[in-house]
């Protein structure tokens, strides 16, 4: 029996448009394959939004977010506001603001290599074989949601950096319970020696930590994990960490994944959740046709995995792309200068590829 | 003629002890061979400052810091702290103490590879190769010293990340003059897109970036930076960021120079400047005679260059240090398993082969 489900694109800025149309396509596929019926909707969130309607978030979008199953997301951000901070109305704030309403609070981050892929990132392939990490990064508090303040004559600028018990609480629980499923070693990411907010971060996960006996726990300090990830991948399992060092663990670690083109996260709350790639709107590569879909497509999966339960599906999907990279197609971002044998294809050719 | 110095070392906790005896030992060296006059006193601070006192930086050490002419300090921290995140006294306030006392707002952190430890870093030798960076991270402002606040019923904390107009400025302008010795490009390292104390930042670079047309300016997200950093090392050249942000790149930039031991920095201000390893206390290591002395060694470098401008003296020490390398021998931190002809010693043997 087929299910019935109400998905939600929002395809963003930039390369989002692009890659966001092959998330989609590969969930129509799997939906025709086993006879599941998805209906899809769009929405406007970042600079698009801003553009057509002045909000980065308009009501229309959050309320087709609110009656759907399932988002798939693309990217959000422009230049034009990078390079002039002192604009007040800005496309991140569409994301973040989503995050909030939707009670997003736990974003999953999977770090994987695909073995066709261990030549392609800087880091050596010894260090990297092997490496598999499920990263928690908690998304609707810490100095990204705390009082943003600016002096009257713009000389003084501050952001609250905080943090209340049940935000850790919830965010811990989820990563101790998918760390029961794993290796059972969980390490939490903070700043203890420095930051208040991060003294109660890691009581709180040494309490929640006598829950699971079962569950090895190591605390690190943000410095030290951002080393340790480059040196030795391979000691981490579940890594659970706040928005703003979780934003930059992350990143970091898709250089293990060989690319940030190829990962995908999940916005996970009470109920909906919201699936996007890892990588931003690549405003220098937007129109080109050679960003990796792989991402969205990746996302797509996780969407059927842990909103729809279709585990089946979504292996379905992982397998198709893990296929296509061992033919040796390529996006430019994942092509490797030394294998000339690579054959690289641009964002629809290789989305094509994974549809096969 | 030779100089007349007054240097305090202060060893601090860990292996800060067993290294900085190494440090001081090369500018006794130094001193008797180009006829110099350095004399030493010695403080203490952290962990082993709260045994002794109870203040992590007593005051009869600040005092002998204000009357010196340079500062060679080991490292900071205990186990039993980081263990219990309730514990008010903490090591490391002394360290926050003193560099705010002294005004050391600016974190000078060189990532330079001696060619002999390529091999030794997890990332590919050919990403390696050339890659020369120097960061300055600011020090004295930043969420690191906002206020922080504990709710009554202990179940909110929270820490103000801050920035002055001021604070921006002096060491912007300190990373741009260092820029235009070197290949003149500077990156600039913020959250923009998040953060309103980011966004003074960004408007404050580039103003002074204006002040320096020969020099390219480039600002980049952290998250970006941290991945960018692991992906291309060699597109930096000068890196300026804040407190936060440095700590984390530039432990994070430690896997380009092939390990923590082998970088050193310098905290200078308006006046006396401080040399410390990047590397911290290492307790797991303490008393086994086996860390690494060359990051001691080489702020002992740094400082007299920087702070005595002593630049054949300074390089007289790095080229000490390459010869050790070159001769391969390794603390084993930097041994390189798959290089059986590498010859494996302790901190004093090592120490003694750079005097040599
Ligand atoms: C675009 C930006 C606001 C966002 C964040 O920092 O959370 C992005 O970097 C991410 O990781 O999803
Ligand atoms: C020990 C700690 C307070 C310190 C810091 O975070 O500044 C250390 O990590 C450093 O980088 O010097």
Known sequence: ???????????????????????????????????????????????????ATGDPLPEE?????????AILFGAIGHAKYDNDPTLKVRPEQG????????GLYANLRPIKLFDDLLQASSIKPEILQGADILFFRELTGDVYFGEKK?????????????????????IARRAYEAARTRRKKLCSVDKANVLEASRLWREVVQEIAKEYPD????????????????????????????????????????????????????SVGDRVGFYEPIHGSAHD???????????????????????????EESQRVIRAVDATLRQGFRTM????????????????????????
């Open 95 to 102: 994301l973040l603001k989503i995050r909030k309403e939707l």
């Open 333 to 356: 971002d994942i092509a490797n200068k030394h294998t000339p044998n690579d054959c690289v294809l641009g964002t629809d050719a290789m989305g094509t590829q994974v549809l096969k």
């Open 1 to 51: 029996m087929g299910v019935t489900k109400k998905i939600l694109v929002i395809p963003g800025d930039g390369i989002g448009q692009e890659v966001t149309a092959w998330g989609k396509k590969v969930l129509e596929t799997i939906a025709a394959n086993y006879k599941h019926t998805f209906t899809f909707d769009e929405g406007i969130m970042g600079h698009v939004a801003i553009e």
């Open 61 to 69: 979008t959050l309320n087709k977010a609110r009656q759907s199953d």
């Open 215 to 266: 569950v090895e726990t190591e605390h690190m300090f943000i410095d030290n994990a951002a080393m340790q990830l480059i040196k030795d991948p391979k000691r981490f399992d579940v890594v659970v960490t706040g928005n703003l060092f979780g934003d930059i663990l992350t990143d970091e670690a898709s250089q293990i994944a060989g690319s940030m083109g190829m990962l995908a996260s999940a």
């Open 150 to 170: 600016r002096s009257d004559d713009r000389t003084t600028a501050s952001d609250l950096m905080i943090y209340h018990r049940y935000e850790v609480e919830r």
């Open 285 to 311: 590569i937007t129109g080109k046709g050679i960003a990796n879909p792989l991402a969205s497509i990746l996302s797509a999966a996780l969407l059927l995995d842990i909103s729809f339960g279709l585990k």
